[in-house]
């Protein structure tokens, strides 16, 4: 049996959506409603429900959940052992981060690191997307959080804080808002809706007028530098004043966010050498930069 198509159905299964899946395997909708229809047809069993809520397991595809699983968790094991075996200083590692950490910490101490390991290459990925390092979808994450899963090492590098913030010439144009109360009367630079995650962050956003937040992103750099440029205000982290000179942050008591920030990895390749050479890296430069960042 294709065991691609099996992933398709388990992709399928845990987010009960083509297009989630195909995102999650990196494939086209298309290919994977394929994919799909095959395994349909060699088991001769319809395996998903469209309801509103979204694609649900049938009955047969109930009955096959628990073994297909099964072989996922073989085929992992497998892989991380055979990765686990790799001792030599070369190759690729897979690292996943925020979209400030990636562009900008992690790029800049890149160098060193060549320098250091000139047989590793790095292959970042910047996404707000918690890759899931238990699938193999990446070897070392730096996340804000700490993880929940058992099989997951984590350390804890350090803790920033987010505050409001809006630039110079922007609060020599429109004043200084002295409350939070203020922020109806000023412009807001938001959070696109799939960020807005965090009950903190909605409720703050809540006190500026729908109208008057002008400008949205999903890019936390084009977030900092909107409001850099003096569209609004918004929040920015303590870890980018010096990237955004032209910034000031402004009612730190009324308002705060602190994150820790989390170096994680798999236990089962921790031994893996050019994994282990860039996850101790990073431990140090990384835990440097957050042990100086600014505070208010």
Known sequence: MDWSALKVFLAIAESGSLTAAARTLKISQPTLSRKLSTLEQSLDSQLFQRLPRGLVLTEAGESIMASVRQMEDQALEVEKKLTGQNLRLEGTVRLTTTEFIGSFWITEDMRGFRDLYPGISVALQVDMQVLNLVRRE???????????????????????????????????????????????????????????????????????????????????????????????????????????????????????????????THADIQHNARIRALYDYLSTTLSARLKGNAQI
């Not at 009367?185 to 938001?190: F, N, P, T």
């Not at 530098?225 to 004043?241: E, F, H, K, R, Y």
């Open 138 to 264: 990446g070897d070392i994450a730096v996340r804000l959080g700490r993880p929940s899963q058992p099989d997951l090492i984590a350390k804890k590098l350090g803790s920033f804080v987010n505050y409001l913030a809006a630039s110079t010439g922007y609060l020599e144009k429109h004043g200084r808002p002295e409350t939070v109360d203020d922020l109806k009367d000023h412009y807001g630079v938001g959070f696109s809706p799939d960020m807005m995650l965090q009950p903190q962050i909605t409720k703050l956003y809540s006190h500026f007028h729908k109208e008057n937040i002008l400008f949205s992103s999903n890019s936390l750099t084009s977030i900092y530098q909107a409001i850099n440029n003096g569209l609004g205000i918004g929040m920015v982290p303590d870890i980018a004043a010096d990237h955004y000179p032209d910034i000031e942050f402004i009612l730190p008591e009324a308002h705060k966010m602190e994150l820790e920030v989390w170096l994680v």
